[in-house]
């Protein structure tokens, strides 16, 4: 059962890759605390925009978008604050973690990878936080990945970028809690999204996974949320430059 943060209710938020995967039940975790929701996506969302309207009786805004590309990043949120007021949460959730080796690895594919796994949630940031600053503070919730903990192979360039998200939390923290807006890190483990389903979990890597865990049960996309919609709320409020680890117990923090 869903927590209820009542403080989230009406508040603006924005979320990056809200309609599908993880992003698309953060999306729904925030429209049941009665927030009003504003999320980017690549491809066309409108059947989950009408899916999930039913399912809570509100309704997201979508924004069509790549946010690799600045310019329609800021655009989107530019959009959502006239749409929704000035943003008070950000969730910088779209990432894209194909599979990768070192010596294969161009410079091309290294400037498309960290472009939507590093860049654009830097400049997501950046576009955000005068509007938090001006309306007396805000939250920002970034997702990452246990990846770069765990020192897994297959995928260097995003796990170097998750790496990368945590020190840009721990920096944003400190340059801006002055201005009372929290910036933290939401650290999944495997979730058994459909794209990994489909691409990546065969029942050799699900059992090794699995094994490395703790609990003995396999992540899903609502198991996320929670964790998200209670950094997002007043019942952190004293949490700020930290990283909260949902994985199962794959990695240890401490």
């Given amino acids: 059962m869903q927590s209820v943060y009542s403080d989230l209710e009406n508040l603006s938020v924005f ?19 009665g927030a009003k929701v504003a999320f980017i996506g690549r491809g066309d969302a409108s059947a989950f925009v009408n899916e999930i309207e039913i399912k809570t009786g509100n309704t997201p805004l979508f924004l069509q978008g790549d946010i690799s590309n600045i310019s329609e990043l800021n655009t989107a949120i530019r959009t959502a604050e006239n749409r929704h007021g000035p943003i008070r949460i950000l969730v910088n959730n779209a990432a894209n973690d194909t599979r990768h080796k070192t010596l294969s690895t161009d410079e091309a594919f290294w400037d498309w990878s960290t472009s939507i796994n590093l860049k654009a949630q830097f400049f997501a940031a950046k576009a955000v936080i005068p509007g938090m600053r001006n309306f007396g503070g805000g939250t920002i919730v970034q997702l990452t990945s246990i990846s770069y903990m765990m020192g897994h192979a297959g995928y ?3 796990a170097t970028s998750n790496a990368g998200l945590n020190g840009m939390v721990r920096s944003l923290a400190r340059e801006f809690g002055p201005d009372k807006i929290r910036v933290n890190a939401l650290v999944p483990g495997w ?11 065969n029942p050799e890597n699900l059992a090794a996974h699995l094994d490395r865990q703790c609990l003995k049960e396999h992540l899903k996309p609502c198991d996320i949320v929670g964790a998200v919609l209670f950094l997002a709320s007043d019942a952190s409020r004293m949490m700020t430059g930290q990283a909260l680890v949902v ?6 923090t401490g």
Avoid: C, M, N
């Fill in 15 to 33: 979320i990056t890759g809200g309609g599908s995967g993880i992003g698309a039940a953060i999306t729904e975790g925030f429209l049941r605390q």
């Fill in 191 to 201: 979730v058994l999204t459909e794209k990994q389903l489909e691409k990546w979990a």
């Fill in 156 to 158: 260097p360039v995003y």
């Fill in 247 to 252: 994985d199962g117990g794959v990695v240890t």
